[in-house]
């Protein structure tokens, strides 16, 4: 390959690694954890500036009660929902950490519905672009989205509760163990659902803050799924044990065990996640 480019050997590589990648991570489904090695700081601001496509894919499909707003650029872009009928209401927040992949919020269409329709504005950060392989960068993807979307909509400055899915139950705890430090709101409770920071035999990892920083103020309950064999429940009881109010709650209903539980909208995903969240954020806010 004499006279060939170093970025088109570059480009070859990553053409040939990405399929192995993407058939290991999508048959575990949406919310996972992809690999990536360690960076040094030249090449992880070098990722970064690649994460940044000039025309972000924006578009959901959710109810037309439901006003969407993209916020940013990339990786460090959020989408915003909100009630259509109360546009420039200061409203509370929830933010919305998704699986790995689930960049649009209408993977969780049903549970991000429901949380608009009771008064919530959803901040769902988009934290990564393809090729999806920079787990390393994900918190930092995550705190700018949310960042960008609170300097955007009208909310209320109490009562935020962070809910996140596999890699956003992750990247949720992360948050509140680093919001103030970023200078930014610290979640008054914290749903983690089924979190996970990597896949089973691959190294690579999304990095976890020091959570014993998430403030004792702040309730914690992190899920485990009992048939989850794409994360387990390792970063849950990792959680569970650093946070100072912190309680591992162990699904066990069949029906929603597995990992894709807390992406359905059926009366057992209702009442296992969407019911608790909603307990979580009448206790916070009260």
């Known amino acids: 390959?004499?006279?060939?480019?170093?970025?088109?050997l570059t480009a070859v590589r990553r053409r040939r690694l990405l399929p192995l990648l993407l058939t290991a991570l999508c048959?575990?489904?949406?919310?996972?954890?992809?690999?990536?090695?360690?960076?040094?700081?030249?090449?992880?601001?070098?990722?970064?500036?690649q994460r940044q496509p000039p025309t972000p894919q924006a578009t959901t499909d959710l109810p037309p009660d439901v006003a969407v707003t993209y916020?940013?650029?990339g990786a460090d872009a959020a989408f915003i929902l909100r009630p259509r009928d109360k546009p420039a209401a200061r409203l509370p927040v929830v933010l919305f950490g998704h699986g790995w992949f689930a960049t649009n919020p209408q993977v969780y269409r049903g549970w991000v519905t429901h949380l608009v329709r009771q008064g919530n504005v959803v901040v769902y950060p988009v934290y990564q672009t393809v090729p999806y392989l920079s787990p390393e960068l994900a918190l930092e993807g995550f705190t700018n989205g949310v960042r960008t979307a609170l300097?955007?909509?009208?909310?209320?400055?109490?009562?935020?509760?962070?809910?996140?899915?596999?890699?956003?139950?992750?990247?949720?705890?992360?948050?509140?163990?680093?919001?103030?430090?970023?200078?930014?709101?610290?979640?008054?409770?914290?749903?983690?659902?089924?979190?996970?920071?990597?896949?089973?035999?691959?190294?690579?990892?999304?990095?976890?803050?020091?959570?014993?920083?998430?403030?004792?103020?702040?309730?914690?309950?992190?899920?485990?799924?009992?048939?989850?064999?794409v994360v387990g429940d390792t970063a849950a009881r990792s959680l569970v044990r650093q946070a100072p109010d912190a309680t591992l709650v162990t699904v066990t209903d069949p029906t929603v065990a597995d990992h894709r539980g807390p992406q359905r909208a059926d009366a057992e995903s209702r009442r296992a996640f969407w019911r608790r969240l909603d307990a979580l954020i009448r206790r916070a806010r009260r």
């Open 151 to 229: 300097r955007r909509t009208p909310h209320t400055p109490d009562g935020l509760v962070a809910v996140g899915h596999s890699a956003g139950g992750a990247l949720v705890a992360d948050y509140a163990a680093t919001a103030a430090e970023a200078g930014l709101p610290v979640p008054e409770a914290v749903l983690s659902a089924y979190p996970g920071r990597k896949l089973p035999r691959f190294d690579p990892r999304i990095p976890e803050e020091d959570l014993t920083r998430i403030p004792r103020s702040t309730e914690v309950v992190a899920l485990a799924g009992a048939a989850d064999v």
């Open 71 to 73: 916020a940013g650029r």
């Open 1 to 8: 390959m004499c006279g060939t480019s170093a970025a088109t």
């Open 27 to 49: 048959a575990s489904a949406c919310g996972k954890e992809a690999p990536a090695p360690d960076a040094t700081a030249p090449e992880r601001a070098e990722r970064r500036e």
